[in-house]
T-cell receptor, first 113, second 111 residues
Framework: DGGITQSPKYLFRKEGQNVTLSCEQN?????MYWYRQDPGQGLRLIYY???????QKGDIAEGYSVSREKKESFPLTVTSAQKNPTAFYLC????????????FGQGTRLTVV | GQSLEQPSEVTAVEGAIVQINCTYQ??????LSWYQQHDGGAPTFLSY????GLEETGRFSSFLSRSDSYGYLLLQELQMKDSASYFC????????????FGRGTSLIVHP
């Protein structure tokens, strides 16, 4: 079955640690996105990539980093520089320019303890 | 900058009709999408309006007025399973097809 897989579903991190969230898709999509969701805040764009080996900052990129070495994979690293990392993180993908629908993974809930 | 406004919460009873409004201000605009998200789950695409008018998909319809920078999602014959959050999303902000989302409307359906 085609889709987007995020792992892990739940993640706990100690303050000061970096952590990497996985996002893999087998839909042959060119574009991939990372959103952060907080209660009452909607979905805010962290980073996006429209092609392999290229990515751009979104609205709230500070404290995050990404890579796009393969078309299928777009991992997000939450660094210790992110002041308030506890949130629900959603990965999405689509064919990019001209595409009206985005397909989402099931999300990773990150909690800093 | 860009902004999307939608009500934070709407309540209705089973079998009723409910309308969720969305107004937007963006630097560019291609169209308006709607997504549904059940608690703790993945947002799923419901509809897209690129042109003015009404798009119907089963019990759900979506409307767009580009001149008024306004759209709505209409849900008919409400069912308990429709209890979820609904997000409008603009495509075209800044000239790109990257979805820019509103804060979401929590729909609560009562028996």
């Amino acid at each position: 079955d085609g889709g987007i897989t995020q792992s892990p579903k739940y993640l706990f991190r100690k303050e000061g640690q970096n952590v990497t969230l996985s996002c893999e898709q087998n839909l042959n999509h060119d574009a991939m996105y990372w959103y952060r969701q907080d209660p009452g805040q909607g979905l805010r764009l962290i980073y996006y990539s429209q092609i392999v080996n290229d990515f751009q900052k979104g609205d709230i990129a500070e404290g995050y980093s990404v890579s796009r070495e393969k078309k299928e994979s777009f991992p997000l690293t939450v660094t210790s520089a992110q002041k308030n990392p506890t949130a629900f993180y959603l990965c999405a993908s689509n064919m990019g320019s001209g595409e009206t629908e985005a397909f989402f993974g099931q999300g990773t809930r990150l909690t800093v303890v | 900058g860009q902004s999307l406004e939608q009500p934070s919460e709407v309540t209705a009873v089973e079998g009723a009709i409910v309308q969720i409004n969305c107004t937007y201000q963006t630097s560019g605009f291609y169209g308006l999408s709607w997504y549904q998200q059940h608690d703790g789950g993945a947002p799923t695409f419901l509809s897209y309006n690129g042109l003015d008018g009404l798009e119907e998909t089963g019990r759900f319809s979506s409307f767009l007025s580009r001149s008024d920078s306004y759209g709505y999602l209409l849900l008919q014959e409400l069912q308990m399973k429709d209890s979820a959050s609904y997000f409008c999303a603009v495509l075209g902000a800044g000239g790109s097809y990257i979805p820019t989302f509103g804060r979401g409307t929590s729909l609560i359906v009562h028996p």
